[in-house]
């Protein structure tokens, strides 16, 4: 589904829930976003200031190999991709949104 210029990412849920991992795996085989693995627990550094709030936590990260490069510009962005990780990210907040909390934080 990913075009040559489109850069791969990862999904990342802390607490590994089986909902969200279901709603990651369901949206990303809807969506087609240039997933290059399963979702993980690891999330992106920018969340360490959340670390001790005891709640799931949600991110998708860009992947190497031009994450954080002086190779990552503006004219390198895959407008099919980009629409792509857009449309997921509306189904998993739409998803998330009317599931119980116990299905998030079970």
């Known amino acids: 589904m990913s075009d040559t210029g489109e850069a791969p990412m990862y999904p990342g849920i802390t607490n590994k829930a089986p909902f969200l991992n ?3 795996t369901r949206g990303g085989q ?3 976003p240039n997933f290059i693995s399963q979702e993980t627990e690891v999330v992106s ?3 360490g ?3 001790d709030m005891k709640v799931a936590k949600a991110m998708v990260i860009q992947a190497p190999p ?5 190779g990552e510009t503006l004219d390198i962005i895959s407008t099919p991709g980009l629409e792509r ?4 990210l509306a189904f998993f907040v739409k998803e998330v949104a009317a599931a119980p909390k116990d299905k998030i934080n079970p």
């Open 66 to 70: 031009l994450y954080h490069t002086t």
């Open 30 to 32: 809807r969506y087609g």
């Open 85 to 88: 990780i857009a449309r997921y």
């Open 49 to 51: 200031g959340f670390t």
């Open 22 to 24: 279901d709603v990651v």
């Open 45 to 47: 550094g920018e969340m």
